[in-house]
């Protein structure tokens, strides 16, 4: 169960970055397209695309910001050092 709840957290975490996959995704796909029509529309597309990849990579939390929520909330040091809250850990329900 706790790696579950790890799972869940981490998820959280992870969807700003993947906001900005996506957004840098269309924006190439989009490139693309413009590279091969030569369509004004393509382009700005892009550039649409673009600007949202540039606005989700600034909501994109360092790799510390995103450990340490994780570890608090699991308890992993406790957890670690103490068998009754190994075992309440496990026992946690997941949301």
């Not at 269309?26 to 695309?49: G, H, P």
């Amino acid at each position: 169960m706790l790696w579950i709840r790890a799972i869940q957290i981490e998820r959280n975490a992870l969807a700003p970055s993947l906001d900005y996959t996506s957004a840098l995704s269309k924006a190439m796909t989009a490139f693309s397209q413009y590279a091969l029509t030569d369509n004004e529309v393509y382009a700005e597309r892009a550039a649409a695309y673009v600007s949202l990849a540039k606005l989700d990579y600034s909501k994109i939390p360092s790799r510390d910001a995103l450990i340490h929520p994780i570890e608090q909330l699991l308890h992993i040091a406790g957890i670690c050092t103490s068998l009754p809250a190994y075992q309440a850990a496990i026992n946690t329900t997941v949301d």
